[in-house]
C-alpha cells in the first residue's frame, strides 16, 4: 500500500461519509414529523444505523401504519445487510467477538461499496473503517440537528415536513437508477413493480402495509433462479 493509495482512500471515504452523513438532517426531521421525540430520533441512529430502514419505520408510523407494519419493513430492508457482512467477512477478517460486533453495525451499502471497491485488502479494511466511523458521527449529529430543528418549526413547516421522507428515498435511490450504475435497467424495473405492487394495494391495506408486501413480492421475483429455469 503505497502513501498516495492510502491518501486517496482516505479522501474518497471521508468524502463519502461526510456527503451521506448529512442525510440525517433529513431523518431527524422526518422523525420528529412522524411523531417521534428527538431522543427516540436519536437512539435510532445510533442503534439501527441503517438510513433506509430508518426512513421506512418513521414513513410508515407517519402514515399511520401498525408497530408490525413499520418494524417489518425495516427488517425486511434491512436484511440485505447481512449479505453484505458475509460477503465483507474476508476483506476484513476480524478476530473477537467485540471487534465483529463492531463492525457488523457498521455494515451498510457505503462501507460495503468501498472496502468492495478498494485495490487490496488492507485498504478495503482502511476504506470500511474511515467511511463508516464518518457516516456513523455524521449522522447522527445531522440526525439531532434536524431533530431539534424540526421541533422547533410551526405547524405548518412541521406539515411540510410530510415530504422528506419521500424526498429523502429518491435522493438515495436516484444513484442506482441512472444510466451510469450496474444493472440500471434491471433496478429500474425493480423500482417501478414495487412502486406500482404498493400503489395497487393502498387502498385496501393499513397503512404501511402496502411497503412491506411491495418488498417481499419484489424479493421473490427477483429470487436467484435454477440453472434449468434459466434454460
Do not use: C, K
Not at 493509495?5 to 448529512?22: F, N, P
Not at 407494519?69 to 440485505?80: D, E, Q
Not at 485488502?121 to 470500511?128: S, V
Amino acid at each position: 500500500m503505497t502513501t498516495s493509495d492510502r491518501t486517496a482512500t482516505l479522501r474518497d471515504a471521508i468524502g463519502l461519509g461526510v456527503a451521506v452523513g448529512l442525510y440525517g438532517v433529513a431523518f431527524g426531521a422526518a422523525a420528529v414529523g412522524a411523531g417521534l421525540d428527538a431522543w427516540q430520533a436519536l437512539a435510532m441512529s445510533a442503534l439501527m444505523f441503517t438510513g433506509a430502514s430508518q426512513f421506512a419505520l418513521v414513513g410508515v408510523v407517519g402514515a399511520g401504519g401498525g408497530a408490525l407494519a413499520a418494524v417489518g419493513s425495516a427488517l425486511l430492508l434491512g436484511t440485505r445487510n447481512t449479505v453484505y457482512g458475509v460477503r465483507l467477512a474476508p476483506v476484513l477478517a476480524l478476530r473477537g467477538g467485540l471487534r465483529r460486533a463492531g463492525a457488523a453495525h457498521l455494515v451498510i451499502d457505503e462501507t460495503t461499496a468501498m472496502a468492495v471497491a478498494a485495490p487490496d485488502p488492507q485498504l478495503g479494511r482502511l476504506a470500511f473503517w474511515v467511511t463508516g466511523a464518518t457516516i456513523y458521527l455524521g449522522w447522527n449529529a445531522t440526525t439531532l440537528v434536524g431533530a431539534l430543528g424540526a421541533g422547533a418549526l410551526g405547524e405548518t413547516a412541521q406539515a411540510a415536513l410530510d415530504s422528506v421522507v419521500p424526498a429523502a428515498f429518491l435522493a438515495l435511490l436516484w444513484p442506482r437508477l441512472t444510466r451510469g450504475a450496474a444493472e440500471a435497467a434491471v433496478q429500474r424495473r425493480v423500482a417501478l413493480g414495487g412502486a406500482v405492487i404498493a400503489l395497487a394495494l393502498t387502498p385496501f391495506v393499513p397503512a404501511g402495509v402496502q411497503v412491506v408486501l411491495a418488498v417481499v413480492a419484489v424479493g421473490l421475483a427477483g429470487r436467484p433462479r435454477t440453472r434449468e429455469a434459466r434454460a
